[in-house]
Nanobody, 119 residues
Framework: QVQLVESGGGLVQAGGSLRLSCAAS????????MGWYRQAPGKQRELVGV???????IYADSVKGRFTISRNNAKNTVYLQMNSLKPEDTAVYYC?????????????WGRGTQVTVSS
């Protein structure tokens, strides 16, 4: 059974940093695009950043220059380094694994980790 397990969330003051990790199991990790999404209370889930299997990286405009996504295929882990955190970054952060196999699409989600940024 595929599992994505996030860790590293917590409470931090504005301007601080956190590093999130997402460990994947039961997938061929290197073949998947790995993404980080977030959902704040009362808002829709939104993309934070994604790193493809070819290491192409895309960020949401709101986090460009502050957040860095990376992956370690040997450890089946994707990371999100978050610097210069703002109160508006407060959300539950979710890890996502995504892949197309022919016309079949595969999406897997973690349970999320809470990030709270105090002003």
């Amino acid at each position: 059974q595929v599992q994505l397990v996030e860790s590293g969330g917590g409470l931090v003051q504005a301007g601080g940093s956190l590093r999130l990790s997402c460990a994947a199991s039961e997938i061929i990790f290197r073949l998947y695009a790995m993404g980080w999404y977030r959902q704040a209370p009362g808002k829709q889930r939104e993309l934070v950043g994604v790193i493809t299997s070819d290491d192409i990286i895309i960020y949401a405009d709101s986090v460009k220059g502050r957040f860095t996504i990376s992956r370690n295929n040997a450890k089946n882990t994707v990371y999100l380094q978050m610097n210069s955190l703002k109160p508006e970054d407060t959300a539950v952060y979710y890890c996502n694994a995504h892949r197309y196999v022919g016309t079949d699409e595969y999406h897997y989600w973690g349970r999320g980790t809470q990030v709270t940024v105090s002003s």
